[in-house]
Nanobody
Framework: QVQLAESGGGLVQAGGSLRLSCAAS????????MAWFRQAPGKEREFVAA????????DAAYFVKDRFTISRDNAKNTVALQMNSLKPEDTAVYYCAGSRNRYSTTFNASPLRYDYWGQGTQVTVSS
């Protein structure tokens, strides 16, 4: 059973940066495609970014492209989300997710594709 734990959330002013990290345990990390999702109050959970097992392929939602970058370190069993130029509308709980399915740009954005989820970390961007 894979366990995921996010860290790095907090309060930041608009235009600032945060780096989220997700630590995995209990499984073979390199066998999982990984992703970040977020959920704002009153809204559905939405896809933010995904990365393939090797880290060679990445995908991101249109609203975070050129601002957020996903990366992973298979030696350390971690996946990170570097968030720059943050906006108030980025305020949400951010979740790390792992999938036994292969990375696929067709399906990356579907929460149903992911088998494991972290508890989430709050990101608040003030204007």
């Amino acid at each position: 059973q894979v366990q995921l734990a996010e860290s790095g959330g907090g309060l930041v002013q608009a235009g600032g940066s945060l780096r989220l990290s997700c630590a995995a345990s209990g499984g073979t990390f390199s066998m999982y495609a990984m992703a970040w999702f977020r959920q704002a109050p009153g809204k559905e959970r939405e896809f933010v970014a995904a990365i393939s097992r090797s880290g060679q392929s990445t995908d991101a939602a249109y609203f975070v492209k050129d601002r957020f970058t996903i990366s992973r370190d298979n030696a350390k069993n971690t996946v990170a989300l570097q968030m720059n130029s943050l906006k108030p509308e980025d305020t949400a709980v951010y979740y790390c997710a792992g999938s036994r399915n292969r990375y696929s740009t067709t399906f990356n954005a579907s929460p149903l594709r992911y088998d494991y989820w972290g508890q989430g970390t709050q990101v608040t961007v003030s204007s």
